[in-house]
């Protein structure tokens, strides 16, 4: 995928907002504060995996790959989303960037949902590891390519 037509995918735009909020929550936090700090620099290195990672899963056919991104997207955007609580037990004054933040998670949740229902399950290898199969296939199951016989016509009879 070329980076104009990622770059316009509403995903990729609305994790590109998302950091930039959390940007703004960071430079917000009081400097003497060590949790809030701890909290924001955690939400902060979720934010910047997310616009990667979707770049990661678009770059790519295989639905093992693709899922593999997406199940660490929605668990950093998860991250993020909880992480407002921490400010909220601290006191954070600017309240109004956490809604606002949150609303934007959820915004990209749905965006989310929707877009890994186009990924292709019929495109893939078998997950050895059993986490990222597509619905009925095992991680133990007979590769189907390795039943395929194949007589190479380039080898040279004795």
Not at 38 to 62: C, F, H, R, S, W
Not at 110 to 132: M, P, S
């Amino acid at each position: 995928m070329n980076k104009d037509k990622l770059e316009r995918m509403p995903l990729y735009q609305k994790a590109m907002e998302i950091l930039e909020i959390v940007v703004r929550i960071k430079q917000l936090v009081p400097e003497d504060n060590e949790f809030t700090i701890a909290v924001a620099q955690n939400m902060y290195t979720d934010a910047l995996q997310l616009a990667p990672k979707i770049a990661g899963a678009e770059g790519v056919e295989l639905y093992d790959i693709k899922m593999e991104n997406a199940a660490i997207i929605r668990k950093c955007a998860r991250e993020i989303f909880v992480g407002c609580n921490g400010f909220i037990m601290e006191g954070f004054k600017e309240l109004e960037y956490l809604e606002m933040l949150r609303a934007e998670v959820e915004e990209f949740r749905v965006l989310f949902a929707e877009w890994v229902q186009t990924f292709d399950q019929w495109n893939y290898i078998i997950d050895r590891w059993g986490l990222f199969n597509p619905p009925g296939v095992k991680y133990d199951d007979v590769d189907p390519d390795d039943n395929i016989p194949f007589d190479n016509p380039f080898d040279e009879e004795d």
